[in-house]
């Protein structure tokens, strides 16, 4: 037997040993030069030898490949000397520094063995404690390389490490070519996303996966050949997952960062195109599918829509794939571009309904676009992405009466019609006639008002026009329309039937009231209406 031989190390070992944060990453490394000599598995496994003296034993931990293996002259030339790796300018390797074995001694274990085999050549090599190698020849050869780590443990520490070591061999390895198991569970699984919405695209030896999450949250993966370089949350794009593995990532030499050369910036632009491009068209071409599905789910509706905001929030301009896609629909049905959408909000925005109703035809009837969007519908989600003011409901920018349902209800109130009408051209008011009207209908925000005034009775107007009646020279006459729908107005009408003054009276006082009626006004209408009835009854 040999004289064992002091590790060729310098005084940066001990550094190198504990360069990663967690000691456990060393299963990355092994998995690593174990994919690197060609293995297309890799097997790790914890046994327990119970100790002697208490609950004290020994974990011995059990990293089994079946690559290329390792003859006398590679051991003494790669595995026992740092920095003079064969893998150093070869880009189908991803080791590049030579050091990945030495991290199994972060673990501080008792002793490491290792049995490989290659070319005829059969060895095994002991590490111990202090880091002193021997090399001693086997009679059986090897298929591959064994790795055995010895640690001094207590049960309740042997089954920590087994749990802990479990994780990390996940989170490193779990996208690697080969088949890792760890306790004969496989480990790794497919390179992809979990959210409704992404795309894959593959590139030279590049794996691109970009996604827009269900929950809006950011994550990002970098990976070579699958073996994870850094993951994390935030940095990149808020909003959106992605994961890339790719030969131009290399890792820093402490593991924890990828380098950032011309080939990490080549992979970060590429993100963005595949994020402004295909993930857009993607999604865009969802959204249009969606919009007028009477039975698309409502929850995946508003999560396109968030996405789709995303987009107009992060790039503003899009492709004319996704402007001209359908993302909204009109009350009467008509579907509303991506495209049209965004004229309307640069002119005349769109005003919101929330059904089909008179109204609505007859604003879309001024080419005025209305979006179908009841409160809380998900297209909110998409209008919220657009600068400028809350859009309005249609009903508080516009109105328009409903004539009386029959002949019969027309008459009903006509005591009260012109009892009105005598009265406020006795005021002065410039009245063309009075009628009644229906403002309880979807999206009216007169529904509560007593009466309004139009030009012509049954037209579009601005809500902001229907409370004026003028009494100068210059003052347009106009249609007073009493409100057929509102509860007091009903009483007015009974009592129209026995005193038509004090109805039309109690209903012009109503009509003034908040926005003319003053004490002036008031005691004239009052004085006019006694008047009137004086006349019939005298």
């Not at 190198?16 to 690197?36: G, K, T």
């Not at 064994?146 to 490193?172: A, F």
């Not at 519908?377 to 859009?391: C, I, Q, T």
């Amino acid at each position: 037997m040999t004289e064992p031989a002091q590790l060729k190390v310098s005084d940066a070992l001990d550094k190198l040993i504990h360069q990663f944060a967690d000691p456990l990453s060393f299963y990355r490394e092994v998995i690593q030069n174990a994919l690197d000599a060609g293995s297309q598995e890799v097997e790790i496994y914890l046994t327990f030898e119970e100790g002697t003296e208490g609950d004290s034993g020994v974990t011995i931990i059990h990293i089994d490949d079946w690559g290329a293996g390792m003859t006398r002259e590679i051991i003494e030339r790669r595995l026992t000397r740092l920095f003079s790796s064969s893998k150093d300018g070869d880009r189908t390797k991803i080791g590049k520094f030579g050091i990945g074995f030495v991290s199994v001694f972060a673990t501080e274990p008792e002793l490491v063995c290792i049995d490989t085999s290659r070319e005829g050549e059969h060895w095994r090599v002991l590490f111990t404690a202090d880091k002193k190698f021997e090399l001693r020849r086997l009679e059986q050869p090897v298929d591959g390389t064994k790795i055995r780590i010895y640690k001094r443990t207590t049960r309740d520490e042997h089954d920590d490490l087994v749990r802990r070591s479990r994780d990390v061999i996940r989170y490193w390895c779990k996208h690697t070519h080969g088949d890792v198991r760890f306790e004969d569970e496989p480990i790794v699984e497919p390179f992809d996303l979990d959210a409704p919405i992404k795309i894959r695209h593959e590139e030279d030896a590049s794996i691109y996966v970009v996604a827009h999450p269900a929950d809006e949250s950011s994550f990002f993966g970098f990976y070579n050949r699958g073996l994870t370089l850094l993951e994390g949350e935030g940095e990149h794009y808020e909003g959106i997952h992605f994961k890339v593995s790719s030969d131009l990532l290399e890792h820093t030499l402490t593991r924890d960062n990828v380098i950032q050369d011309r080939g990490y910036h080549r992979v970060r632009d590429k993100v963005g195109k595949l994020i402004r491009g295909p993930l857009a068209d993607a999604l865009f071409a969802a959204i249009g599918a969606a919009v007028g599905d009477p039975d698309v789910d409502p929850e995946r509706l508003r999560y396109l829509y968030r996405a789709a905001a995303w987009h107009l929030r992060y790039y503003g301009a899009l492709a004319d794939g996704p402007e001209n896609t359908r993302v909204a629909s009109t009350p009467s049905g008509q579907g509303v571009t991506l495209a049209a959408l965004r004229r309307a909000m640069r002119g005349d925005r769109p005003l919101l309904a929330a059904s089909r109703s008179p109204l609505t035809d007859a604003v879309e009837g001024r080419d005025r676009m209305v979006l179908l969007a009841p409160p809380e519908a998900p297209v909110r989600e998409l209008l919220a992405a657009f600068r400028g003011d809350p859009l309005a409901a249609v009903g508080e920018r516009f109105c328009t009466p409903l004539p009386a349902h029959d002949d019969i209800e027309a008459e009903r109130w006509r005591p009260l019609t012109l009892a009105t009408e005598e009265l406020l051209r006795a005021q002065g008011g410039k009245l063309s006639g009075v009628a009644i009207g229906h403002f309880a209908y979807p999206e009216s925000a007169i529904g509560e008002w007593v009466a309004i005034t139009q030009r012509r009775f049954g037209d579009l107007d601005e809500v902001a026009d229907v409370r004026e009646l003028g009494s100068g020279f210059l003052s347009r006459k106009r249609v007073l329309v009493i409100n057929a729908d509102h509860p007091t107005v009903h009483t007015l009408v009974a009592l129209a039937q026995r005193e038509p003054e004090m109805a039309a009276y109690v209903l012009s006082k109503l009509f003034y009231l908040g926005h003319r009626l003053d004490p002036t006004v008031d005691g004239e209408l009052a004085r006019l209406a006694l008047d009137a009835r004086d006349r019939r009854v005298g």
